[in-house]
């Protein structure tokens, strides 16, 4: 059951329509959710390549989406070093922007990792379900960017709508259960869809 709209859903549900993104209610819609979320943002924003990452009951973010092998990589690298723009913006709430990796300060270990992702510009924007920061979406360049203040509003439009199908289908914690995108969902041992 869907808890009532409030003002912020009732203004992006138009952008939810618009995108063919259903409103989750199910653990099934999550999946399908999370896929096409994945799938049709780099297009929709203009960038090479998207990643989402998400806390677990721990506080440690883990990758759970992501639009394909080259932004996994770049999820997989800052988890390992648990460092990078994501982990950033997990902690300080605030969208990250880098133009370039390579010149970034501080982010050393990150850029030895993400040498065969071949990105190069990175925008990380908190993921929020309700008070609360539970992730990052990434999204991703392949040649150095300077990120526009449309395309920082952009992004963070798209992790709000992330943000409000998790809060409407919260079920526990984390496990990977990847789709054909890569992403993966909460999964508290039961299966709204049916199965197990």
Known sequence: MTEPATGSDEMLRPLIELLGLPQPTLLSDLV?????????????????GVGLMLADDFGRL??????????ARVEEAQVAVDAGPGVESYTTGEPVAVYDINEQPGYGALRE???????????SCPIHAGHAVIGHFNAAMR?????TQAEIRAAEVYAELIGLALSATSRGGWVERPVSSGAAVPFDGTDDSGGH
């Open 113 to 123: 990792r993400m040498t065969t992702s071949g990105m190069r510009a990175l925008l």
């Open 143 to 147: 040649a150095p960017h300077t990120w």
């Open 62 to 71: 883990r990758v759970v989406g992501f639009s394909d092998v080259f932004a």
């Open 32 to 48: 399908t959710y999370l896929d096409r979320a994945m799938k049709k943002a780099p297009q929709l924003l203009g960038v090479d």
